[in-house]
Nanobody
Framework: QVQLVESGGGLVQAGGSLRLSCAAS????????IGWYRQTPGKQRELVGI???????TYGNAVKGRFTISRDNIKDTVYLQMNSLKPEDTAVYLCYARVVRAGIFEPYWGQGTQVTVSS
């Protein structure tokens, strides 16, 4: 089992910055990919950024060049640095981890943290 706890959300003005953290616990050695998605009402869950053990990163098109994901394998924590925030970045940001056991992939999700960007 893996548990994910997000922190760092809040209210920020357009153009500002926020840093989100996601602390993983449990059998963290089985996590191969960890990162962030976001969700707004009435929309599909959207990729923000993910990172593997390489580390190789993948970003959603909407955030490329503005957001940076990083991973601290000692602390089992992933960070999302969000710069040049826009009102359309307003969403619940969910931490995601992909666990691999015996060749089977299993997704885990955190509870989410609200990010609100005012214009």
């Amino acid at each position: 089992q893996v548990q994910l706890v997000e922190s760092g959300g809040g209210l920020v003005q357009a153009g500002g910055s926020l840093r989100l953290s996601c602390a993983a616990s449990g059998t963290t050695s089985s996590i191969d990919i960890i990162g962030w998605y976001r969700q707004t009402p009435g929309k599909q869950r959207e990729l923000v950024g993910i990172i593997n053990r390489g580390p190789t990163t993948t970003y959603g098109n909407a955030v490329k060049g503005r957001f940076t994901i990083s991973r601290d394998n000692i602390k089992d924590t992933v960070y999302l640095q969000m710069n040049s925030l826009k009102p359309e970045d307003t969403a619940v940001y969910l931490c995601y981890a992909r666990v691999v056991r015996a060749g089977i992939f299993e997704p885990y999700w955190g509870q989410g943290t609200q990010v609100t960007v005012s214009s």
